[in-house]
Each structure stands twice: as C-alpha cells, then as structure tokens.
C-alpha cells in the first residue's frame, strides 16, 4: 500500500480493474503498528511523554502528517 512506485501502482490498477469488472471489492492495510515513522509522526506514551515503550513499541499515529 505504501509503495507508490509507477510499476506497483500500473500493476494494482490492472488488480483493481480485475477484480471491479467482477463485481469484487479490494482494498489494502498498513501494518503500521510495529514500527517507527519519526519523532513527529509517531504515537506518544502518556508515562514519558516520548515515542516508543507503548503496547506495539512504536506506531505512527494515524493524526499525523504521516497518517
């Protein structure tokens, strides 16, 4: 989903058309919950105010520039 290359989206275009001309609705999913975006983009544990140490360690936040 987050590659936006010219060659991966032509090959997803092509997918989607496929599976719309048969009456099949597709769509895609980030695991984003166990890694680090950056500083800024990242979720904020409540006990220190910094990135990381939550429940998955890091995870952008979905209010984010990011997200």
Same mark, same amino acid.
């Given at each position: 989903?987050?590659? &936006? &290359? =010219? +060659? %991966?989206?032509?090959?997803?275009?092509?997918l989607a058309d496929y599976a719309h001309s048969k009456n099949i609705k597709i769509g895609a999913y980030s695991l984003f919950s166990s890694r680090k975006i950056s500083e800024a983009d990242d979720i904020i544990n409540p006990k220190t105010g910094k990135t +990381? $140490? &939550? #429940? #998955? $360690? %890091? =995870?952008?936040? #979905? +209010?984010? %520039?990011?997200g």
């Open positions: 989903m987050e590659d &936006t &290359t =010219a +060659g %991966n989206l032509v090959a997803l275009k092509k +990381g $140490g &939550t #429940f #998955f $360690g %890091n =995870a952008p936040c #979905f +209010g984010s %520039n990011w």
